[in-house]
């Protein structure tokens, strides 16, 4: 029996399972592509697209609202990422990519280390502090992987794709125990930055920072 072939959105994004991401469709082969998503209530496929293609790991996602509809088609839609997966192989035969894929999760359950989600918590909430509100997904704090609820606040497209590919909880949150420290620093530099520079153009650190 062939396997079903999942529609592929290529973008400079990473999806996350259990996360919201907003789209704007407005490519004629994306506008068919969503059109039969939607027929088929069904999933499709979010894929990192660099200078050199689409990488081999991404998440489905499904439409949970078409927000609008344009006359000419265009359409504003929120989507939530669903499952990780790998392609296997990559299909051309419609406007947009298909790619045969296999469904991957975490393979262990090592336990976190409570000193580990400490700092990852402390950091997360100080990065949050530095956001506007209204650009801060509220977290699911009882998802066993927490680790994509909190990693939604860095938007490194590198580090993000390296916490999908990652088959374990523990992993990912050590992980932002070591990269949240360095990015919490780089966020409060450019946030004294903007709140200095209208007033005299300059950028001077605080003591400490």
Not at 94 to 116: C, H, N, Q, T
Request: charged content about 30%; overall charge neutral; aromatic content about 8%.
């Amino acid at each position: 029996m062939q396997q079903e072939l999942l529609p592929l959105f290529p973008l400079q994004v990473v999806l996350f399972p259990r996360t919201a991401l907003p789209l704007h469709i407005f490519e004629e082969r994306y506008k068919q592509m969503i059109e039969e998503v939607l027929r088929g209530k069904s999933e499709f496929g979010v894929v990192l697209a660099g200078e050199k293609g689409i990488v081999n790991m991404g998440c489905t996602a499904t439409v949970e609202k078409v927000v609008k509809k344009y006359p000419d088609g265009r359409m504003d839609l929120l989507t939530l990422g669903r499952r990780r997966f790998e392609i296997i192989m990559l299909n051309d035969e419609k406007s947009y990519l298909r790619g045969a894929v296999e469904f991957f999760d975490d393979e262990e359950s090592e336990p976190i280390m409570p000193e580990v989600r400490k700092r990852v918590m402390e950091a997360y909430n100080e990065i949050r502090d530095l956001e506007p509100p209204e650009q801060i997904q509220k977290p699911e704090m009882a998802d066993p992987q927490l680790s994509f609820q909190l990693a939604q606040v860095v938007p490194d497209v590198d580090f993000r794709q390296t916490m999908l590919a990652t088959r374990s909880e523990a992993d990912r949150m050590r992980r932002l125990a070591e990269f949240f420290p360095t990015y919490t620093t780089r966020r409060r530099q450019m946030h004294h930055a903007r709140s200095v520079a209208p007033r005299n153009g300059h950028a001077k650190w605080p003591p400490g920072v």
